[in-house]
């Protein structure tokens, strides 16, 4: 049978992480420091406070199981077997979403991005090398962070088709790396 997975693990990141900003900000003293001394001392526009404008963007789920999404190879230097697909917005432009998905075995080639990246692991197991970082092991919910132009590589780990979310800053590129990053 075939497992479904779904991005709910993306939501069930930002909200952990939500209540953990939150927790924090509340360990902050109430005594005229911390939090509520810098937001004093931040002035009030009025028109910033108004009710914010809704970009007119329609609020978008995806399954990574969709038949809907439309699959396409990864760009050059990945090598054949890799598949990406768009989730949201425009990859020529800043925050791009998009899904890849390999096959167990398959090996990303040293590459880096003009871009920062933020992922998350949706299925399989997926190892990531940075350039002057250990190797670090992905397994679905993982997220890991990418700084923009730092080299590194990463291997879809042992048989199960690997799918990963990423969440590009800028517009999305890919440039081959010579040699390795260890």
Same mark, same amino acid.
Request: hydrophobic share 40%; proline share 10%.
């Given at each position: 049978? !075939? +497992?479904?997975y779904?991005? =709910?693990t ?11 900003y939150?927790? @924090?900000?509340?360990q902050v ?9 810098? $937001?004093a001392?931040v002035?009030?526009? %009025? ?8 970009s ?5 789920? +995806?399954?990574? @199981?969709?038949?809907? =999404? +439309? ?13 990406? %697909?768009? =989730? ?6 800043? $925050?791009?979403?998009?899904?890849? !998905?390999?096959?167990g075995?398959?090996v990303?080639?040293? &590459?880096? &991005? ?5 992922m998350?692991?949706? @299925? ?11 190797a670090a092991?992905?397994?679905?919910? $993982?997220y890991?962070f990418g700084?923009? $132009? ?8 042992? %048989?199960a ?9 800028g517009?999305?590129?890919v ?8």
């Amino acid at each position: 049978m !075939r +497992k479904s997975y779904t991005l =709910l693990t993306i939501v069930a990141a930002a909200a952990l992480t939500a209540c953990q900003y939150q927790e @924090s900000a509340e360990q902050v003293p109430a005594n005229g420091s911390g939090a509520e001394a810098a $937001n004093a001392a931040v002035p009030t526009n %009025t028109a910033a406070s108004a009710t914010p404008q809704v970009s007119g963007e329609a609020p978008l789920v +995806k399954a990574a @199981s969709d038949p809907t =999404l +439309k699959w396409g190879p990864c760009p050059a230097p990945f090598p054949q077997g890799c598949e990406l %697909t768009v =989730l949201h917005g425009d990859p020529a432009k800043p $925050n791009a979403d998009v899904l890849l !998905r390999m096959p167990g075995g398959y090996v990303i080639p040293p &590459h880096r &991005h003009s871009s920062a990246e933020r992922m998350i692991l949706v @299925s399989g197991q997926l190892e990531v090398k940075y350039q002057g970082a250990a190797a670090a092991t992905l397994n679905p919910g $993982n997220y890991a962070f990418g700084p923009a $132009n730092l080299p590194h590589r990463a291997t879809c780990v042992g %048989t199960a088709q690997c799918h990963l979310f990423v969440a590009f800053e800028g517009p999305v590129d890919v440039v081959p790396v010579e040699g390795g990053v260890d």
